[in-house]
């Protein structure tokens, strides 16, 4: 009998991790938020280092937005966090806002007039494994 409750336990929780995935990488995907624009550099190189990182983390998942095709979701994120509706790269890791995008490292800033912590590569990966646990880094 004990041995069918350890099956039956194992079999469960088979079935459930898929579900528990999925939930993880929900909360995820709502709490790191990417928004750029094609005409924009530096959001290009951003968007290829975020792409890198989520390459090298298959649990790893963000939206990412083009604020030129859904402008809605742009406005709504700044509203929501209380800034003004300027500025990519701008990166939205939990409660932490990051503006543009710089390889260097560097310490994490807050510039008032940016709305915004400085966007070091550094200081985004650092936000993120915050937000997500360890990652795998690219190398930078």
Avoid: H
């Avoid at 350890?6 to 991790?17: A, G, Q």
């Avoid at 750029?36 to 983390?57: D, I, P, R, T």
């Avoid at 298959?58 to 030129?68: C, F, Y």
């Amino acid at each position: 009998k004990e041995e069918n409750d350890v099956k039956k336990t194992m079999y469960l929780l088979v079935l459930l991790l898929p579900v528990f995935t999925a939930c993880t990488q929900q909360v995820q995907s709502e709490s790191i938020r990417f928004f750029y624009s094609q005409e924009c550099a530096s959001c290009q190189q951003m968007k290829g280092f975020l792409e890198e990182l989520m390459e090298l983390n298959a649990d790893l998942s963000m939206t990412m937005t083009d604020i030129d095709e859904d402008p809605e979701a742009w406005e709504a994120a700044c509203q929501q966090a209380g800034i003004p509706v300027w500025g990519v790269p701008r990166m939205f890791i939990g409660d932490q806002i990051f503006a543009g995008f710089n390889l260097k490292e560097g310490e994490l800033i807050y510039i008032p007039a940016y709305s915004g912590y400085m966007g070091y590569a550094n200081c985004i990966l650092a936000a993120i494994e915050e937000e997500c646990g360890q990652l795998v880094q690219p190398g930078l």
